[in-house]
């Protein structure tokens, strides 16, 4: 059974002092709360739907893959939209948020703090689920379409 609770921030403890500012930007996302029930395992990434279509065929290899060495995801959908808020607001076009289990994942996952990384490609066949980012007319996010 799904239900609500509230999105979690972290701090200091955390050690996640680099994630700070968007941390600051989620406390004021106006998507306060996630959708939760068995998301054991799950990983949430966002991408724009110009880059998730370029290539249907072939594992998803973003940008930050080949420049970072991994793939940035979030825990939740929350902590997913509040990136989409911080650092996506200017960015034309659909956003979605990818659901990824993890257990289907040839690459390793590493965590950051409270971000998970996937180190290598995303399967394709790992990705049980796409949803739209729904944006206001300055690129805020207003949720996620169901």
């Not at 739907?49 to 594992?59: C, I, M, V």
């Not at 289907?104 to 996937?118: E, F, I």
């Amino acid at each position: 059974m799904l239900g609500l609770v509230p999105l979690q921030l972290y701090g200091p403890s955390d050690r996640s002092y680099r994630h700070a500012p968007l941390l600051a930007s989620a406390a004021r996302c106006p998507v306060a709360f996630s959708l939760v029930g068995d998301t054991t395992g799950m990983l949430f990434h966002l991408v724009p739907l110009a880059d998730w279509a370029a290539d249907p065929a072939s594992p998803y290899r973003p940008p930050s893959l080949a420049a970072e060495g991994f793939v940035h995801c979030s825990a939740d959908e929350a902590a997913a939209l509040a990136v989409a808020d911080a650092r996506y607001r200017h960015v034309p076009g659909e956003l979605l948020v990818l659901s990824v289990d993890e257990a289907r994942l040839s690459a390793p996952v590493r965590w950051a703090g409270p971000y998970p990384h996937v180190h290598g490609p995303v399967e394709r066949s790992a990705v049980t689920g796409v949803r739209r980012v729904r944006r206001g007319p300055a690129g805020e996010v207003l949720g996620l379409d169901p």
